[in-house]
């Protein structure tokens, strides 16, 4: 995988240990939910479809440990770590995964439709590249009311080829709105191959036709995608407008959990998991810095296992919605109240 170098401040550096070890506790959380979602998705606990964030959670973590809860994100349908490093819940995550009453859309979105706007997550997105708007909205917003927030749209490689891409970065170039475009390449639009859905060779390169900044970093090292955000999002903040970010990165596992995979080898998949985990790379560098010991990395996986335990236990004894429900909440305004609009 080649990776362009960029020269960001090194913000990373002047981290404390507590807020290095805090991107990897995020992570491990992010991890320890994915894997255990795709054992209950197996053991068909969980209703629809599940897309896993697991080998990107360097993109989420470093991204969100740049925001402030009142900035924006919008996300996509592997949506999970994005939700989690913004400050979801998991509990309510789980609930909505079950299709149960006490999840965030009452248990009728499912995976594809976590939000959480008290904490600035606009949602996950079935719709591929249905996210680039929003943020758009949220940024012009940010500009009219004059406030110094930030909306950050993550999305894949396979949705720089839809048009909302170019609709949203070509409308927040010239307006120069507070808004950083995050691509998640991790190579494979469900069974298309990165290169072959891509006539530049970067992501990053369209944002030229743009007029606007366009960086590759390596996705899966938490410093670099931790410097290149915290410079990006700076820049937005002070009114200096978007820029588009391309991390790169690998999908560990199926487009979604039951994916056959007949269009990569095992291989190929398993040199990946043990060249480039994020994780690994990134205990091993937190060891050898000497921040912490294996025992203080065990309290992370503990601390997850523990959240998890008690999110699953939340959904589980959850109720199901009722019948009676299937026609609320699918509007933002009563149906009566604005007949003329509903008609
Ligand atoms: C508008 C639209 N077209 C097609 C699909 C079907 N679809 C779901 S995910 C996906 C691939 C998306 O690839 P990418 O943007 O690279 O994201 P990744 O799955 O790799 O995270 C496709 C084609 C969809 N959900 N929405
Ligand atoms: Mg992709």
Not at 127 to 154: E, H, M, P
């Amino acid at each position: 995988m080649e990776v362009t170098k960029n020269s960001f401040p090194d913000a990373f550096s002047t981290l404390s240990p507590e807020r290095k070890l805090a991107l990897l506790e995020t992570m491990v959380r992010i991890r320890t939910f994915e894997t255990r979602v795709e054992e209950l998705f197996l053991n068909k606990k969980i209703p629809g479809f599940v897309h896993l964030y697991i080998g990107e959670e360097a993109i989420a973590t470093g991204v969100m440990a740049n925001l402030r809860k009142d900035d924006w994100i919008t996300s996509t349908h592997r949506g999970h770590g994005h939700a989690i490093a913004k400050g979801a819940k998991t509990d309510k995550m789980m609930a909505e995964l079950f299709g149960k009453k006490t999840g965030y859309c009452k248990g009728k979105g499912g995976s594809m439709h976590i939000a959480d706007f008290s904490v600035g997550m606009l949602g996950a997105n079935g719709v591929v590249g249905g996210g680039f708007n929003i943020a758009v909205g949220a940024a012009l917003s940010a500009q009219i009311k004059k406030t110094d927030q930030v909306a950050v749209c993550f999305f894949g490689d396979g949705a720089s080829n839809r048009g909302t891409f170019h609709e949203a970065i070509n409308l927040a170039a010239i307006w120069k709105l507070p808004v950083l475009f995050v691509n998640e390449n991790n190579q494979y639009a469900s069974t298309t191959p990165v290169n072959y859905g891509l006539s530049a060779q970067h992501v990053a390169d369209r944002a030229k036709g743009y007029g606007i900044e366009g960086y590759t970093v390596d996705g899966n090292n938490i410093a670099e995608t931790y410097n290149a955000a915290a410079y990006l999002i700076q820049r937005a903040r002070e009114g200096k407008g978007p820029a588009l970010l391309e991390c790169l990165t690998y999908r560990v596992k199926g487009h979604y959990v039951g994916d056959p995979e007949r269009y990569r080898t095992r291989e190929e998949v398993q040199k990946m998991v043990n060249e480039r985990d994020p994780i690994h790379a990134y205990k091993s560098w937190l060891l050898d810095a000497g921040i912490t010991n294996q025992a203080g990395i065990a309290k992370f996986y503990d601390l997850a296992e523990q959240e998890l335990r008690a999110a699953i236990e939340f959904a589980e004894s959850s109720p199901l919605p009722e019948p009676e429900d299937a026609l609320n909440d699918l509007f933002s305004f009563s149906p009566n109240e604005f007949p003329e609009v509903v008609r």
